[in-house]
Every structure is written in C-alpha cells, then in structure tokens.
C-alpha cells in the first residue's frame, strides 16, 4: 500500500503494555497508513482507560467479534491462551492479524494451513531477538545444530509455576541456575510469559532444525538476554540481543513491542527488510 492510498483499519486486542504502545504509535508514527477503529480487552477498565489516554472516539468495543468486524488489521496482545481463538477467528474472516504472542502459535499446526488459504495474512514480528533473518537464509542449506540460550534476572520468572513445581528456589540466588534445558515444544508449555524469542527461532529454521533451548536464571545480568548459536554448511552463526524491559511491563522486551510496530510499518508499505 503505498502512503496516497486508503488507510487500513487497526483494530488491537488486549490493552496491555503492547497493545497500548502500539495503538499510540499507530495513532501517532503511522498515523498515514492506519485508522485506530477499535480497542478490545476482557478487562473493560483498560480499554477505557486507553480511549482516555488517546483521546479515541467510538473506538471502544465490547466483543472481539465486533473488533473483528470493523478492522482490516488485527493487532493480538493478550497474555491467555486466547490467542489461537483470536487468530482463528481473524483468519477466518479473512482479516490480516499480527500476532505478538507468537509463542503461543508453536504447538497448533493447525493456524499456518488456516493462514495459506485465507483472504488474510498472519504477520510474525520478530520479537526480542536478532539475527532470524540469517536463520531462515541458512535453514535453505540446512541447520546442523541450534541452540538459543536465554538468560534473565531472577524477578523475570517470579510466579512461575513450572518452578514451584520443582521446587526451585531463586531467593538470594548467587550464580546461574539452569532451569530448563531440552526442547522447544517443552520451553513455550513450561515458560508462556517468558519464551516467545523460542517459538520466533524454531519458527524461522523450520522443524528439520530441533532446535535446543536453554533458560538459564542469573544474577548477573540486568538485561534479558538471548543467544542463539547454529551451525551447518552456511558456516557458524552467534547472535546476542541484551533488551532492557518496557517501561509498561517489565516482563516485555522494548525491543519486542518495536518489532510488532516496524512490521506493521512493513505491511503497510509493502516494503519488507531483513524479513
Ligand atoms: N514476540 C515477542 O517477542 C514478545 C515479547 C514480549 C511479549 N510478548 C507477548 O505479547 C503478549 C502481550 O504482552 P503485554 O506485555 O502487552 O502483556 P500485558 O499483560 O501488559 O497485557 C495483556 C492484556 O491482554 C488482556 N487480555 C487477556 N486475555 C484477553 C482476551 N481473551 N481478550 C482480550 N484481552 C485479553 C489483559 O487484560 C491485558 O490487558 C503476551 O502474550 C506476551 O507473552 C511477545
């Protein structure tokens, strides 16, 4: 679409720290390409909340049927598992959808085939890592081994039910804790807030690459960090993103809530660098 043609119709759900940044950006930055038509999210107090703050006018709905309805272009920001019902129901109505808990697309096959015959596209940013441009250029030769290690603050996985289960304690931790090591299917069921970088990596080299993840506790560091190493007859890849939280929601990576943004961008423009 190019900046002179009809504007898209933006609708988000879920007005989270995501959701929100991104509803401002595209009620400011991308303002020429998108019309914010609608706000969607099970708690009604946020999506009243986020009509104050952006001064929307009729913008607030009440069912995500009807958010569905009035956009060309749904923006999912929840932190549920609703987000396959949202994508399925998108898709089916033949809307494009950019979907930011991509983690949550891993394990339900079921989307992409959805995806390829509807009328809509399913967008993927790239998230809080770097580098899945290069993966999905090596996985064409073939990816012999690859492995992403993430490495976060202790807080970052406070309430995490995996890790009461085990009975792991991470108070005072004084050295690195590996919490889980094994495969990516394992990691988005055990870590859902924290492991959408795994499901972008596995996504990008495909299902030949049996990808190895690695969550790793550590007192260390003050940024989340992601690591990918993968090897095969391109040569020798390292990637290492350090992201410092999003002011809103210090269980999101900035960096993440600006991919969803740049892609929306992207889409836009029919312009796509590095993807
Ligand atoms: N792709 C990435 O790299 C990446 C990085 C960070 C976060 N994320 C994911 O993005 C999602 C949103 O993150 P956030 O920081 O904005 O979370 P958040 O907790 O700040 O906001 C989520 C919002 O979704 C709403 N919600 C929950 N279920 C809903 C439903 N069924 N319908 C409508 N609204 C619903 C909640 O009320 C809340 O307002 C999370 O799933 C998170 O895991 C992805």
Do not use: W
Request: charged share 25%; proline share 3%.
């Amino acid at each position: 679409m190019k900046s002179d043609s009809v504007k898209l119709k933006l609708g988000v759900v879920g007005c989270g720290a995501i959701g929100s940044r991104i509803a401002l950006s595209v009620m400011k930055e991308l303002k020429g390409r998108f019309t914010l038509c609608a706000l969607y999210d099970i708690d009604q107090a946020k999506v009243k909340h986020l009509t104050g703050r952006l001064k929307l006018r009729g913008g607030a709905v009440t069912t995500l049927d009807d958010l569905i309805r009035r956009s060309d272009i749904i923006v999912e920001a929840v932190n549920t598992p609703a987000t396959t019902d949202i994508v399925r129901r998108s898709l089916k109505a033949g809307k494009n959808v950019l979907v930011m808990s991509i983690g949550r697309l891993l394990n339900d096959s079921s989307l992409f085939y959805l995806a390829q015959r509807s009328k809509g596209q399913l967008l993927l940013p790239s998230g809080a890592v770097a580098g899945l441009d290069a993966i999905k250029a090596a996985a064409l030769l073939g990816i012999t081994s690859l492995t992403l290690t993430s490495r976060k603050p202790p807080a970052g996985f406070a309430d995490n039910p995996y890790i009461k289960e085990k009975g792991i304690s991470l108070k005072g931790l004084a050295k690195d804790i590996v919490l889980f090591d094994g495969k990516v299917k394992d990691a988005v069921r055990y870590f859902p807030q924290n492991i959408n970088v795994a499901a972008a990596v596995a996504l990008a080299a495909g299902v030949k690459a049996k990808l190895r993840v690695k969550i790793i506790a550590s007192p260390e560091v003050k940024r989340n960090t992601h690591e990918v190493v993968l090897e095969g007859a391109f040569g020798r890849i390292t990637t290492r993103t350090e992201n410092t939280v999003c002011p809103d929601n210090p269980k999101t990576s900035y960096l993440a809530v600006m991919s969803g943004i740049r892609t929306l961008q992207e889409f836009s423009s029919n312009i796509k660098i590095g993807t």
